[in-house]
């Protein structure tokens, strides 16, 4: 089965640094998104990507975050200045439906790249 | 308020057991969502559904749109079935992936 694929798994940084967290969509999918889980908390949407600009975002999707799709395949969120409460499971996701037309559509998510701020 | 409940938060089944998760929201959604969440955090999407029932191997997933509730059923549990559940909607209107998620159900299956 086709998976969307996420890099780095872990990633350690000081606060104030900027950090670039990396998403390889399934390749003919449209509809992308980013979402955070905070240790113990839910996951929580940050914003979804279509047609190289953003469709909706969070409260949480601040001026320091920023998505980026720099070529045909790879989907990125910037943490210009990374804060402590930054300090969580970032997990991207994909699908080739924006409203489930689809019946058997799913979204598709990656494997998560877990970001400690120190 | 939670806009998406779920219940239990936590459950422990022997192995074999008939399993139940529940769910409950409180917007108007265009679809709700079941996942499973891994012990190490990946996420796999169970099922997509706005209406009825649907089926997947021994998961089951129903939806009441007018009660606003979902549910969850796993027959015949297996440790491996161990993992989180977790419910989330999307908001009418929104895109497929805005979602709102709920805390998520700890599922423990003893053999």
């Known amino acids: 089965e086709p998976e969307v694929t996420q890099t780095p798994s872990h990633q350690v940084t000081q606060m104030g640094q900027e950090v670039i967290l990396r998403c390889v969509p399934i390749s003919n999918h449209l509809y992308f998104y980013w979402y955070r889980q905070i240790l113990g908390q839910k996951v929580e949407f940050l914003v979804s990507f279509y047609n190289n600009e953003i469709s909706e975002k969070s409260e949480i999707f601040d001026d320091q975050f920023s998505v980026e799709r720099p070529d045909g395949s790879n989907f990125t969120l910037k943490i210009r200045s990374t804060k402590l409460e930054d300090s969580a499971m970032y997990f991207c996701?994909?699908?080739?439906?924006?409203?489930?037309?689809?019946?058997?559509?799913?979204?598709?998510f990656g494997s998560g790249t877990q970001l400690s701020v120190l | 308020k939670n806009e998406v409940e779920q219940s239990p938060q936590n459950l422990t089944a022997q192995e074999g057991e008939f399993i139940t998760i529940n769910c409950s929201y409180s917007v108007g959604i265009s679809a709700l969502h079941w996942l499973q969440q891994h012990p190490g955090g990946g996420i796999v999407s169970l099922f997509m559904?706005?209406?009825g029932k649907k089926k997947h191997g021994r998961l089951i997933a129903t939806i009441n749109i007018q009660e606003k509730h979902s549910s969850l059923h796993i027959t015949a549990s297996h440790p491996r079935d161990s993992a989180v559940y977790i419910c989330a909607v999307s908001n009418y209107g929104g895109s497929q992936g805005n979602l709102i998620f709920g805390k998520g159900t700890k599922l423990s299956v003893k053999p």
């Open positions: 996701a994909s699908s080739d439906q924006n409203r489930g037309e689809a019946t058997n559509e799913k979204l598709f």
């Open positions: 559904l706005s209406s």
